[in-house]
């Protein structure tokens, strides 16, 4: 479990840094442009990779119900949004933001597939971040 918290901390340094780089080539671009260019050298590189490994192989793309393709289209457009609002909104208000967003959904999930979550738990965890988003405005509507 340890290696899991480890690796999934690991990511979110990634994702906080992918939004700022994004969202710095939205500046100088446009948003579109930003996830246009991060989708296609990651297809690019993903591509390589898995020819390389033998793990990409088409059969097996072909196999898996059409929803779950949705995947791509709402990775562009969550992308598209990071790069649009962290040069506006700050990357930690981002970060903040789309956490929020990910805990409410990620409940629904959990209570749509039967794997209720702890009540307690879930609830201090949005109340946590929800007075993160609340004491970062304060504070940047402060200083500004």
């Not at 990779?49 to 072909?62: D, Q």
């Not at 791509?72 to 789309?98: D, E, H, K, N, Y």
């Amino acid at each position: 479990m340890i290696l899991g918290v480890c690796f999934a901390f690991g990511v979110g340094l990634l994702l906080s840094l992918n939004r700022q780089v994004n969202g710095r080539l939205s500046l100088a671009t446009s948003p579109l442009v930003a996830s246009f260019c991060n989708f296609l050298i990651g297809a690019a590189l993903l591509t390589t990779v898995g020819i390389i490994t033998g793990i990409l192989t088409w059969p097996a793309v072909g196999h898996a119900p059409l929803w779950t393709y949705l995947g791509g289209p709402l990775g562009v457009l969550s992308v598209a949004a990071a790069a649009w609002l962290t040069p506006r909104a700050g990357a930690t208000t981002t970060t903040l933001l789309l956490i929020a967003g990910q805990v409410c959904t990620g409940i629904a999930l959990d209570v749509i597939s039967g794997r209720t979550p702890v009540f307690w738990a879930t609830a201090l965890g949005i109340v946590m971040v929800a007075a993160g988003v609340w004491l970062q405005s304060t504070a940047r509507a402060a200083r500004d």
